[in-house]
């Protein structure tokens, strides 16, 4: 069953499918560059609980996941560094 949903973030969603044990056969959108996709086309094997998928859908939210850039991560240990250093010479 293929079935067609408007403005979600297919990623999220696909994940969030897979943490309730609901695999998807394919998952297809238009997005660009974009997390948030104008059209999504999952596809479903036909024995899927579409009422459980449903409740995924339901709770979804189509925010993007916010994540730590590398480089914010690695200033960030720059910075204790430089505290820690600081410390030790007593300068602070």
Known sequence: MRVHYININTIKLHGELISRGIHPILVENDAKEQEIANNTYIT????????LVQSVLDAHNPVPIQTISPNDVLNAKIEVQTINTLIDLGVI
């Open 44 to 51: 479903f094997a036909d024995d899927t609980d579409m009422q």
